[in-house]
């Protein structure tokens, strides 16, 4: 069987034909579903012939949430939501005046290795498939009452590592048929697998990239990121012009501040030189203190000192607002957590 959400309506509509049925009936079967009405059994304008097909050769795979935490401090939601093979993700929404935000996991896991992040910690488990990422999507907006505007695809896992399925869900999720999401209010966070951002420039897309950089330079990131053992600073940067010259996109350039280590005034002058000229915005971002690793949040006084350097020098910079913290609401917290209880109670 098949969750039938990683089928885009061209290809129920053919399923639909090499079954001799009408290829219409696609489309009134995805409108049930994204009705928030995930049992065949009730769509009740398909014959009941049909209904028995799909169920027979179908599942609607909306992951169960297993898990809810509220912020007390802002209006920011975090789920633990689990798939019927017993792998669980989280996923976090936040509200905005603009709308509301969902930041989805593209894999249970993550191969990656970045030291501040606790969605890397015991490695990647397995991909998830477009229709897995859908789900996250279809659960959020059913448990919050309300509409998702917009996605970031900056939760467990690294985006460009399942390329194929994170490509499928984004036209999936912008068609008029799915959520009807503008790409223009999709944002996908890589940590720099080069290769693939140039794959991305050519597919035409509107969405926003951002780039994990962290440090203006190789030799620090190397102590932060696996990923830059692979691929140069330089390398990634080229990447970026080539994706700015296909799409004429500003490019995101996300930098977490830890204390004492890439917080520094020096490390504000060496990220200026790295990106004077580059249409791109940097979201400065007081590091998620974790367990596992030492790193610890740069001052308020460091991350003003930083942002203020770079807005001297015309780098157009923001500082993200912390949200859901009481909540653990960084990568991989909340999964970890409850991976850590459930080893306990099975005496592992």
């Known amino acids: ?11 129920l509509k053919e399923w639909m034909k090499e079954n001799s049925e009408s290829q219409f009936r ?39 949430i297993i898990e809810s935490l509220k912020s007390t401090s802002d209006d920011t939601e975090k789920f633990l939501l689990g798939y019927r093979d017993g792998n669980v993700i989280e996923t976090v929404v936040m509200k905005y005046k603009h709308g509301n935000s969902v930041c989805v996991s593209t894999q249970i896991g993550c191969r990656m290795g970045c030291r501040f992040c606790a969605s890397t910690i015991g490695g990647v488990v397995r991909n998830l498939s477009s229709g897995e ?24 896992g690294e985006p460009l590592d399942n390329y194929e399925n994170v490509l499928k869900f984004i036209n999936i999720v912008n068609s008029d048929y799915g959520l009807n999401i503008g790409q223009r209010h999709i944002t996908l966070s890589t940590c720099g697998i080069v290769p693939k951002i140039y794959d ?11 780039i994990s950089l962290h440090s203006p330079n190789d030799v620090l990131r190397k102590t932060m990121m696996p990923i830059a053992n692979r691929y140069s600073i330089e390398e990634i940067i080229e990447a970026c012009k080539n994706y700015i010259q296909k799409t004429n996109r500003r490019i995101t350039f996300e930098y977490s501040l830890v204390k004492g280590i890439n917080d520094g005034i020096e490390q504000a002058e060496e990220l200026i030189q790295l990106l004077r000229g580059l249409l791109c915005h940097v979201n400065l971002i007081p590091v998620n203190e ?59």
């Open 1 to 11: 069987m098949l969750n039938i959400l990683d089928l885009s309506l061209q290809e």
């Open 26 to 64: 696609a489309k009134q079967v995805y409108d049930w579903i994204y009705k928030n009405n995930w049992d065949f059994n009730d769509m009740n304008n398909i014959p009941v012939a049909l209904r028995d097909k799909l169920m027979k050769s179908f599942y609607i795979e909306v992951p169960k």
């Open 133 to 156: 990422i859908l789900g996250q999507i279809l659960a959020s907006q059913k448990a919050i009452g309300e509409r998702i505007s917009n996605i970031v695809l900056m939760g467990s």
């Open 200 to 210: 991305l420039a050519e597919e035409n897309l509107q969405i926003t990239l951002a």
């Open 290 to 348: 974790i367990k596992e690793n030492s790193y610890e949040k740069a001052t308020s006084d460091n991350v003003k000192a930083f942002y203020n350097k770079l807005v001297d020098f015309g780098i157009e910079t923001t500082i993200r607002k912390e949200m859901g913290a009481d909540i653990n609401a960084a990568c991989g917290q909340l999964r970890r957590s409850y991976l850590e209880d459930k080893n306990t109670k099975k005496g592992v």
